[in-house]
């Protein structure tokens, strides 16, 4: 696309002027971009290419960003975190200290003789974190911690595995190797336990102790939260459950390709069963948003039950059978077609809320859809409402497709020409657009009110016109008659000349639509012809029906 | 692009939690021995286990460099036992310490202006000399060696002397590489299967400590899929000779399966016998690098004889130049490490038990830990080993342990990388050296002048 088509869219003078200079503007930088096949600068066209190729420039860059070479000096270090005081060197930037004299050798020899003031400490220390593992004294041991099946000895040991592998209990497990004799050597017995102790017996001890010394610590009405939860997980641990936990883990674990099978085959089943279960639970918080106005995100736990659900059936059939019924009954309870402005909020609402159901529901979300998809939430307005928010419902069908606008013209334009002009000159009389300015629903029943007046109007219009002429047709003939039958009689004629002044000044009256009562008379007076006594009859009844209506 | 080199100053110490003290980081197996400095992704040192001893004067010789001469008294041993824990300390000090000063600390670049070397005085340099010949090699490393998890504690004391009073470490450390292995893969928790040259090994490994009770050990490994072969060279149907190349003075290329048509070297004194051996075994590496395959399927090899039988075999030419198309059989050769019935028979030696195969060590050494950290182990099974690298190793142990435990995860951690796989402890021990968090764990001197030997069963555990 072109500046050209742009303007000729937008409407613009076409400028032909500037642009042969633009075209001299682009093509210059376009002739010193190097580096770059002329295929790939023609792909771009008119525009010039935003691929700007990269000044390889390695020398000059290195050269400019030379700097002297860094130093680094071999720096000691000790670590607080160990008991001895072991140093241990790595290197390190030297700092940004004023450079010592080059050239000179030993000056600089002497810079670097020098001791280094401190070692520093380092970083690393601070991660030497170890578990804080309760300490007795003997006299607490025998007075609280006797337990039976453990010696002190054994419980020492204990407390010092617990220590040495910071409360890892399968490590403290694997490694508890308590001889009661202490016979020390206890490198080939690696797989002899004397007495073997499970994890349980081991927790069980170990919580034991934890929490006697805790209680003796802070008594048990003193404890702040975070030692009472402590204190409520030690006295809480159940060694039984733990083992069986562990059992049914262990032939979890143990299981042949039969069972694993069998195994995930219910498990799938039972992700099955409870996607259904969301699945209508959501559908039921839907139903019961619907009954409810304005929908509620209250609980849907009393629908979860058997029982519960049956009485939510019932209630929705009778619900449902009257809405039948109302239904049947009237067109007036029917859904409106498009959203109701006024609950544009809640239905935006409900869309989010279930384009989130899907989005999240995953891979079954096809299958949702349909359902969740169905008849949206409407409200049922109320005739006010209707009318508050400008609803209608058209009940008559339109054939075809129409713009609204032409409905507002239609009367107006579907007339003949003549009678489209009568229109509108009475619509000038009245002092009212043809073209309505504001055509609101009000407006246009207005509207179409007064142009089937206007139509009705004109109509009488054309039928007293007609009515006229006839009348003055029948005048004429009867003054030729009378004229006749005087001059056979031998009478002179005297108002020859009023009589067309008389003839004029009615049509001029029934222009004006001033008929009067004079018509009534002259019929009277014209009764004689024969011939056309029936259609100024019909003219007659036609008058007074008229006159009647008015 | 944005790979910039980051100054010292950017650089995130406290994420990346590194701080070098240019540790160096020995693991010495019964195959080869590693050396190198932490931090550092390969070990600088990769020196032969084997080393030479000539009879005559008694002097060691160590290094590939030497040790394949064929010198008529010179004779190969290994300081390592079959279980992979040192048996003659004398010769295994003398072979790390070669390891180390040969690449790592022997030459040590002091400032040019104050080493001597630019002056002219004799008698300066003399002295310096006699400095050297006083020094150990490791005064300014620290040294942290690996083991083996069945280590025996009187070995482990020797070796913390070995490193204090003959090298003169500032600092020590003792771990074990299985542990390393795991920690090589990234893995705190793991089950490590190690298939090394002497001992195949798998360990349960649980936030950076071995579970003891987990320790299985065969001696399925690399140096019995040697025997292996020589029992399927044995046995096959036109003998096939064994002949190691420094044997071959010239060679001509023959059709597979024909007679080697070669002319051999004559010696005077003939080399040694385990100097030939160590030859063959040359030999017999390479075959297994290449030709040597693990059959994938769980239900082994004797289910699928047929179907190996239709897979494409592959061509070994011996160093004679005779040469022979490997059908079936090389699947047979690495059978018996899963199937027991299915080893080969090897003369003088007892046939592998089921016990020992690596399914079955990986069961007990399930069942040696706690039920809760089974599932996690599981899915962090980190392969290492030289010995693991047969083809196909790692997919038959995968379908294996999937075919066991068929509710449970299997998730195998192999490195792709020949060199990871084969240094994964000396890498796993690199990382650990260099990490800044690890200084308060090193025995220091002190402590063992305090404490004594006995120190490193408290620390190192």
């Known amino acids: 696309m072109s500046s050209h088509d742009v303007r000729d869219m937008l409407d613009l003078p076409g400028t032909a002027g500037p642009r042969p200079a633009k075209k001299q503007k682009i093509a210059a930088p376009k002739s010193t971009l190097k580096g770059l096949a002329r295929e790939v600068q023609s792909l771009a066209g008119d525009n010039p290419i935003s691929i700007v190729p990269e000044i390889s420039s390695f020398k000059k860059r290195r050269l400019a960003s030379r700097k002297p070479a860094a130093r680094w000096v071999l720096k000691p270090f000790k670590n607080p975190a160990r008991g001895d005081d072991l140093v241990l060197a790595h290197w390190r930037r030297k700092a940004e200290a004023p450079p010592a004299p080059v050239g000179e050798d030993g000056n600089s020899e002497q810079v670097e003789a020098q001791p280094e003031p401190e070692i520093e400490n380092s970083t690393f220390a601070k991660f030497n974190v170890k578990v804080d593992i309760p300490e007795y004294t003997d006299l607490q041991y025998s007075l609280k911690l006797e337990g039976e099946g453990w010696t002190k000895d054994e419980t020492d040991y204990l407390m010092g595995l617990v220590k040495d592998f910071d409360l890892r209990w399968p490590l403290i497990w694997d490694r508890y190797d308590y001889e009661p004799l202490a016979s020390g050597e206890n490198g080939d017995s690696l797989v002899s336990v004397t007495q073997p102790r499970s994890m349980e017996d081991l927790k069980v001890r170990y919580y034991f102790i934890a929490d006697q010394m805790l209680q003796l610590h802070t008594p048990l009405k003193d404890m702040r939260k975070t030692e009472h939860d402590l204190h409520e997980i030690f006295e809480k641990f159940d060694p039984n459950q733990e083992a069986l936990r562990k059992k049914f883990a262990e032939t979890a674990l143990n299981r042949t390709k039969e069972e694993a099978r069998e195994e995930e085959s219910l498990l799938l089943e039972l992700k099955r069963i409870l996607a259904r279960s969301e699945k209508l639970s959501e559908e039921r918080k839907e139903l019961y948003a619907r009954l409810e106005a304005p929908p509620s995100n209250g609980n849907i736990g009393i629908y979860t039950s058997s029982q519960g659900l049956q009485q939510l059936l019932q209630q929705l059939m009778t619900l449902n059978n009257s809405k039948k019924r109302r239904s049947l009954m009237g067109a007036e309870n029917m859904s409106p077609a498009s959203g109701p402005s006024g609950l544009q909020q809640q239905g935006s609402f409900d869309r989010r809320d279930s384009t989130m159901r899907e989005s999240i529901s995953g891979p079954s979300g096809p299958s949702r859809k349909g359902t969740l998809q169905g008849p949206p939430e409407r409200r049922e307005l109320t005739k006010e409402e209707e009318k508050m928010y400008g609803v209608s419902q058209p009940t008559e069908k339109l054939s075809g497709p129409s713009f609204r606008a032409d409905r507002l013209n239609k009367p107006i334009t579907n007339k003949s020409a003549t009678m489209q002009a009568k229109i509108t000159n009475v619509l000038g009389e009245l002092g009212v657009p043809s073209r309505l300015i504001m055509p609101t629903a009000a407006v246009g029943q207005e509207w179409e009110s007064l142009l089937g007046n206007i139509q009705k109007l004109l109509e009488l219009k054309k039928n007293a016109e007609k009515l006229d002429g006839e009348i003055a047709i029948a005048m004429t003939l009867k003054a030729e008659r009378e004229k006749r039958e005087r001059a056979a009689r031998g009478e002179p004629d005297p108002e020859d000349d009023d009589h067309d002044v008389k003839r004029e000044s009615d049509r001029e009256k029934s222009v004006s639509r001033s008929v009067r009562g004079g018509s009534v008379s002259r019929s009277a007076r014209g009764g004689s012809t024969r011939k056309r006594s029936a259609s100024v009859l019909s003219a007659m009844s036609d008058k007074s029906t008229k006159r009647q209506k008015k | ?461």
Not at chain 2, 165 to 170: A, I, K, L, T
Not at chain 2, 395 to 402: G, I, K, V, W, Y
Request: glycine share 8%; aromatic share 8%.
């Open chain 2, 1 to 461: 692009m944005a790979a910039q080199p980051m100054t010292s100053s950017m650089q995130p110490t406290d994420v990346y939690g590194g701080d070098e003290v240019s540790a160096i980081i020995l693991d010495p197996g019964y195959s080869s021995v590693r050396a190198g400095f932490a931090g550092e992704d390969t070990p600088k040192s990769f020196v032969n286990s084997h080393y030479g001893v000539s009879s005559s004067g008694g002097s060691y010789v160590f290094g590939d460099d030497t040790i394949h001469n064929p010198l008529a008294n010179l004779d190969i041993r290994n300081p390592m036992s079959k279980e992979g824990v040192v048996e003659d300390w004398d010769a295994a000090t003398k072979l790390w310490e070669y390891a180390i000063t040969s690449r790592l600390t022997s030459f040590k670049q002091a400032d040019p202006r104050t080493n001597g070397l630019n002056d002219d005085m004799k008698d300066a340099d003399i002295e310096m000399e006699g400095v050297e010949e006083g020094e150990k090699p490791l005064e300014e490393h620290p040294l942290l060696m690996t083991e083996t998890a069945w280590n025996n504690p009187k070995l482990r004391e020797k070796s913390i002397e070995v490193a204090m009073e003959s090298w003169g470490c500032p600092a020590f450390w003792l771990a074990r590489n299985s542990v390393l292995a795991s920690f090589g893969a990234g893995k705190a928790t793991a089950l490590v299967v190690d298939v090394g040259a002497s001992t195949t090994s798998v360990i349960c490994i649980h936030d950076g400590l071995i579970l003891k009770k987990s320790v299985q050990k065969s001696p399925l490994a690399g140096n019995w899929l040697s025997s292996q072969l020589r029992s399927l060279f044995s046995t096959t149907d036109p003998k096939v000779e064994l002949v190691p190349h420094f044997m071959i003075a010239s060679k001509t290329p023959v059709d597979a399966g024909a007679s080697a048509q070669a002319t051999y070297r004559k010696f005077e004194d003939t080399p040694s016998a385990s100097f030939r051996a160590l030859e063959e075994e040359r030999v017999l590496t390479e075959f297994k690098e290449s030709v040597v395959q693990v059959w994938q399927d769980h239900r082994g090899l004797k289910a699928g004889t047929e179907y190996a039988r239709q897979q494409p075999g592959r061509v070994f030419e011996m160093p004679d130049g005779s040469n022979q198309l490997w059908g079936v059989e090389r699947y047979n050769v690495a059978e018996g490490m899963w199937d027991s019935s299915s080893a080969l028979p090897v003369p003088n030696e007892s046939a592998p038990s089921k016990g020992q195969t690596i399914p079955e060590m990986v069961k007990a050494s399930l069942a040696g830990v706690d039920i809760d950290i089974r599932a996690h182990v599981l899915q962090n099974i980190v392969v290492t080993g030289g010995g693991t690298l047969v083809s196909g190793f790692t997919d038959r142990l995968h379908n294996e342990l999937t075919a066991m435990y068929p509710g449970a995860r299997i998730k195998i951690q192999a490195a792709g990388l020949t060199a990871e796989r084969r240094f994964g402890s000396w890498i796993g021990g690199s990382i650990l050296g260099s990490l800044g968090t690890f200084h308060q764990m090193w025995i220091s001197k002190k402590e063992y002048e305090e404490f004594g030997t006995s120190i490193i069963e408290k620390r190192c555990k």
